[in-house]
C-alpha cells in the first residue's frame, strides 16, 4: 500500500531538520549526516502504513542511529577501537567541541546528541537508545562531566 503523502510529507517536513542536526551530531560530517538521514527517511516512507500512527520522529532516530552504529562497526579498526570521522571542514563548527565530541564513548555521545541536539526527552532517548531512562540518565551525567573536562577554559581538570 502506497503511504499517506500528505500525512507523511507533513512528517518529513516537521522532522527532517531536527534529524539532520541528531545525525550530524553522531557523525560529524555533513554528507554521512545526510545520508543517514536521508535513508532513515527513506525507511519511514515505506514502513509508513505501519508507523504513521505511532511515534514515527522516535522510529526514524532509532532507524538513523542503528545505522550508524552499523557504520562505526564497520569502521572499528584491527585494534577494536572506534574509528571516528575526520573534521567536516565545510561546515561550520566548534572545532573544539567536535574533538571533545570524538572523546566520548559511543553511549555517552549518543546520549548527549539525543538529548542536546535532538532535543528529545530522557524518556524519549531511552525508547530510542534501547535501554532504561536510569541509563541514559547516567550516560547524560558522565558524558556531560567528560565534555566538561575537555571544554575547560584554563586548561584544567573539572573537579565532580
Same mark, same amino acid.
Given at each position: 500500500m502506497t503511504p499517506s503523502a500528505p500525512d507523511f510529507d507533513s512528517f518529513?517536513?516537521?522532522?527532517?531538520?531536527?534529524?539532520?542536526?541528531y545525525c550530524w551530531g553522531l557523525t560529524l560530517e555533513r554528507e554521512r549526516a545526510?545520508? $543517514?538521514?536521508?535513508?532513515?527517511?527513506?525507511r519511514a516512507w515505506r514502513e509508513w502504513d505501519r508507523i504513521g500512527g505511532g511515534?514515527?520522529?522516535?522510529?526514524?532516530? $532509532?532507524?538513523a542511529l542503528n545505522l550508524v552504529r552499523s557504520d562505526w562497526r564497520r569502521s572499528q579498526g584491527a585494534n577494536g577501537s572506534l574509528a571516528m570521522p575526520s573534521l567536516d571542514t565545510t561546515a561550520a563548527v566548534d572545532v573544539d567541541l567536535v574533538a571533545a565530541m570524538r572523546e566520548l564513548p559511543e553511549r555517552q555521545r549518543e546520549a548527549v546528541v539525543l538529548h542536546h541536539l535532538g532535543d528529545l526527552s530522557v524518556a524519549d532517548c531511552a525508547e530510542v537508545m534501547g535501554v532504561a531512562a536510569t541509563s541514559v540518565k547516567a550516560h547524560?551525567?558522565?558524558?556531560?562531566?567528560?565534555l566538561a573536562e575537555l571544554l575547560a577554559d584554563d586548561g584544567t581538570e573539572v573537579t565532580r
Open positions: 518529513f517536513r516537521a522532522e527532517h531538520g531536527p534529524l539532520l542536526r545526510r545520508d $543517514t538521514a536521508q535513508e532513515a527517511m527513506a511515534r514515527p520522529a522516535a522510529w526514524v532516530r $532509532t532507524v547524560l551525567q558522565r558524558g556531560r562531566a567528560r
